[in-house]
């Protein structure tokens, strides 16, 4: 067989015995041989050399260059005095050979590079004929190097430019910009009070409880939890949380529960596997700030359901089926609630479900405050009332074992009708494959804190939380100007404002600040949950604590306070 070549007729043969012995190296010959080859579908149409030796042509049309003593294939390399590339630059150095026969084929016969070039293939008897037809943009792209055409140089940067990604640039937690954005400077005649923060183990009045800490040091002990483990989690521990959580009408298996990186890791996968950028999803209004953060981030549209304080937060249920369309991928209920302490009743949650029913929305339901509930109040999961709607169920130890720092959370698939198939559930997995999932100590002690943690340990800190938040209660509800809402569960109080009473202050914010600034008491203002004149408290600092920071929330209020006027004018500060 001969190929066609710029050279002539010449065959494997020829060139294997004329230049064998004449080549450093055999490597070095197979980079002349494909560097020299011009391969045309017409002979007819190739060029022909003036002499029978392709290694001098070779050598003789590279250091001048194929456009002239600048072209691109100049003698000194790329970007060099003579060219962009040349026999000691990148041309000269490589393997280009697809992309010069496609270079050649290009400028020579255009009527015939829009869907062929040839190939050549090397194999151990020597150079093959042509393998395939391919097309020219797969071989020459934009641009690439080789072309003999007038092609894009590869732009060069000539200073350092590293920007933030657009999802970066989408990411605000609210209740950062806000506190960030406060002068927050603490009257130093008064030690610091703060009741803005929801980690229960702030103050050290709230440990865990000793069986907890006795299964974390069984676990490191064991030596069994130093490595990797699923990205889903341990089977064993899987199987753990599915046991705890499963009830006759919401079964599950180990199947049904992923393991994340705390609670909130839970939500972002949950969110993640049921919206696409463009999606819109429900969130409560006031409601956990990082659902608007990670959504925001990912391209989805946020739509606020307002909470009615009237009637302890219960959801507007018109005002939320008004804002579903086509294009709502999911619904997020908080229950019990962060920030206004609310349960929802059994019948309310299924007046929820219906809505979601007819419309078919799926619901992210953020339960990590499940069972933190006062004595007399209940909160049925929402999977255990739903008979079609399928729910992701987002929890963790954090609130509940008083350990937020562990970062053990979990993901439960309720999908009893099985609308999410295997796709919804292939997608988690995936997704958590992003990172190496949970805590491997935390997971191997699951069980035993799931098992052995003594029914008096929760009971103790539901009875705190409810002593507290009664003490708040009563003592705010007589300050003139204040709206307290008393909570049914969880760990927050929220706090209306009367603003039309304290003129001196623009909003929210402005009053939370100079009520640091003057009494050294923090308290979260509800704008950072979307809710302007509230303000959230967290019940959680020791009871003397409470008591001094109502207070000094009274005597702050009393000083700023001003009743309307008989003539319905506010009277002058």
């Not at 709230?206 to 889903?232: E, F, H, R």
């Not at 099985?418 to 997995?429: A, T």
């Not at 003139?480 to 109080?493: E, F, I, Q, T």
């Amino acid at each position: 067989m001969k190929w066609r070549s710029s050279m002539g007729n010449v065959t494997p043969r020829r060139l294997k015995t004329d230049c064998w012995t004449t080549c450093i190296s055999w490597r070095k010959f197979l980079l002349e041989v494909l560097t020299s080859f011009r391969l045309h579908p017409d002979p007819s149409a190739a060029r022909r050399s003036s002499c029978g030796c392709w290694r001098r042509c070779w050598r003789t049309s590279a250091p001048r260059g194929e456009r002239g003593e600048r072209g691109e294939r100049g003698e000194r390399g790329e970007r060099g005095e003579r060219g962009e590339r040349g026999e000691g630059g990148a041309e000269g150095r490589r393997l280009p050979s697809l992309l010069l026969q496609a270079s050649a084929l290009g400028e020579e016969h255009p009527d015939r590079m829009d869907n062929k070039a040839y190939l050549v293939q090397m194999k151990s008897s020597g150079v093959q004929g042509p393998a395939r037809s391919v097309s020219a943009k797969a071989l020459l792209g934009n641009g690439v190097h080789g072309s003999r055409g007038p092609t894009k140089t590869k732009s060069r940067r000539q200073r350092w430019e590293v920007k933030a990604s657009a999802m970066a640039e989408n990411t605000l937690n609210p209740i950062r910009a806000i506190v960030d954005g406060m002068k927050l400077t603490p009257n130093p005649e008064k030690p610091m009070i703060s009741l803005s923060i929801g980690d229960p183990t702030v103050f050290g009045n709230l440990p865990t409880d000793g069986s907890v800490l006795q299964a974390m040091k069984d676990a490191i002990d064991c030596q069994q939890y130093n490595g990797y483990a699923p990205s889903v989690g341990y089977l064993k521990s899987r199987q753990a949380v599915a046991n705890f959580y499963s009830r006759p009408e919401a079964p599950l298996q180990a199947e049904d529960v992923i393991l994340t990186s705390g609670c909130s890791q839970a939500i972002e996968l949950a969110i993640s596997v049921l919206c696409n950028p463009g999606d819109n999803i429900l969130v409560p209004r006031p409601g956990f700030s990082l659902y608007k953060t990670l959504a925001v981030s990912m391209g989805i549209e946020v739509k606020l359901y307002n909470l009615l304080p009237e009637k302890s937060w219960e959801m507007d249920l018109q005002h939320m089926e008004s804002l579903i369309d086509e294009r709502t991928s999911c619904l997020i209920v908080t229950n019990p609630s962060n920030p206004c302490g609310s349960v929802f009743s059994k019948d309310h949650l299924q007046k929820v479900l219906r809505v979601a029913s007819k419309h078919c929305v799926p619901i992210l339901a953020d339960e990590i405050y499940s069972d933190m509930v006062f004595p007399g109040c209940s909160c049925p999961s929402l999977a255990s009332l739903s008979s079609d709607v399928p729910v992701l169920s987002c929890g963790g130890l954090a609130k509940r074992w008083l350990v937020p720092g562990w970062r053990m959370g979990w993901i439960l698939i309720h999908d009893r009708n099985d609308i999410f198939g295997p796709e919804i559930r292939q997608g988690l997995v995936k997704l958590s494959q992003r990172i190496l999932g949970a805590c491997t100590i935390v997971q191997g002690a699951l069980e035993s804190i799931l098992n052995d943690t003594p029914q008096s340990f929760y009971s103790n800190t539901i009875s705190f939380l409810k002593s507290n938040s009664e003490i708040c209660f009563k003592e705010l509800s007589s300050v003139p100007g204040l709206n307290p809402v008393m909570p049914s569960g969880a760990m927050y109080l929220m706090v209306g404002i009367e603003m039309d009473h304290f003129p001196g202050f623009k909003n929210d914010v402005d009053f939370t600040e100079r009520l640091v600034t003057e009494q050294s008491v923090f308290c979260l203002p509800a704008s950072a949950f979307e809710y302007p004149n509230f303000f959230r408290i967290v019940v959680t600092v020791p009871e003397e604590l409470m008591v001094e920071a109502c207070s000094r929330i009274r005597g702050f209020c009393q000083r700023y306070y001003r009743p309307p006027s008989c003539d319905g004018n506010d009277l002058d500060q």
